[in-house]
């Protein structure tokens, strides 16, 4: 009796197989496909480049989701990179051109060879307001945002106070030129001046 109920068995298996694995495998991109539309596929508010490595972003993604005031759903990018080794500038303009980059946080030297490459955007006539809490001068954008040359009139970051992580002496913050999430980088460059 036993020997009957395995051979219905395995003959039930030999005949359903199929359907059984082509049923997982279903079952599997159903799953695949979900994980990406609802759990993988974050809204990024914003992303930050800060030319200097740090070991843990994490109190630095807390106080941009505090002063955003991002809900949980929503991806808050912080890429460090040690900007004075040749390659990692290399990466660091990568991601800038491939416009995964919103707001570039650096020292002062590094974020003018940035505008004069003009790899940061102008940002406009608000240097009347606050003289000392801009950089500018050295870059001169044309309408298109081109560099054309350098000048006295562009500025292109603003100095920050302290930014929950970063050991730069005078860090600069500055949009990157092809910024995605505009007005929440420009909500955090104010906020980094505030400081």
Not at 101 to 108: H, Y
Request: glycine letters at 8%; a negative charge.
């Amino acid at each position: 009796m036993a020997e009957k109920k395995e051979n219905h068995l395995i003959s039930f298996i030999k005949k359903y197989a199929a359907a059984l694995l082509a049923g997982c495998a279903v079952l599997l991109l159903v799953a695949y496909f979900i994980n990406i539309m609802f759990v993988q596929n974050k809204k990024t508010a914003v992303s930050v480049l800060v030319l200097e490595f740090m070991e843990d972003t994490s109190v630095l993604e807390q106080q941009v989701r505090e002063v955003l005031g991002t809900a949980e759903d929503e991806k808050i990018e912080i890429r460090t990179i040690s900007a004075g080794v040749g390659t990692n500038k290399a990466v660091a303009l990568t991601w800038i051109r491939a416009e995964v980059v919103d707001v570039i946080i650096g020292e002062e030297e590094q974020m003018t060879e940035y505008a004069q490459a003009g790899y940061l955007k102008d940002l406009g006539d608000t240097e009347a307001e606050q003289p000392d809490a801009f950089l500018c001068g050295l870059a001169e954008y044309d309408k298109e945002g081109n560099v054309t040359g350098t000048g006295p009139e562009s500025c292109f970051g603003k100095y920050a106070g302290e930014i929950a992580g970063v050991q730069m002496k005078k860090p600069v913050a500055g949009l990157a030129g092809n910024a995605s999430n505009l007005d929440n980088g420009l909500m955090l460059l104010n906020f980094f001046s505030e400081n």
